[in-house]
């Protein structure tokens, strides 16, 4: 299975989760709650097995961003904060503080969305290229 297939069936995994959760939480009685408690279950550990498998082959799995070699648990790293950066510039831009250049802002801010795109091709790359076990 391809890392692309693991991260979408985890995804519905997960959605099933909240589903039952939110059923368990707002149902008052419940007649089959031994039913819906294992269902439950059942979903949790195929989420941890998904998180595991996902795990192991991001540590595992090197891709090329540029000119250098990272392991992609490190380029989901990079991605995250590179989004927390453009997350940063663009409240500043929304603030209209004549205080600051907003020219700059762009500009900065224009750049790492390029870092953030070429780090999230390679790691949609990898996705679309990696089995896993």
Do not use: H, P
Request: charged share 30%.
């Amino acid at each position: 299975m391809l890392i692309s297939e693991l991260l979408f069936r985890k995804k519905y995994v997960k959605l099933q989760i909240d589903e039952l959760k939110k059923y368990l939480v707002d149902n008052e009685s419940i007649t089959n709650i031994n039913e819906v408690l294992t269902k439950l279950y059942e979903l949790e550990d195929q989420d941890q097995k998904y998180k595991m498998l996902l795990n192991k082959a991001n540590r595992v799995t090197e891709i090329r961003i540029g000119n250098s070699k990272v392991q992609v648990d490190t380029a989901l790293e990079l991605k995250r904060n590179t989004g927390n950066k453009i997350d940063v510039l663009t409240d500043l831009i929304n603030a209209n503080k004549e205080s600051l250049n907003i020219f700059n802002l762009l500009t900065q801010r224009n750049k790492l969305i390029e870092e953030y795109i070429m780090i999230n091709s390679a790691i949609k790359i990898s996705d679309w290229s990696t089995e896993v076990d």
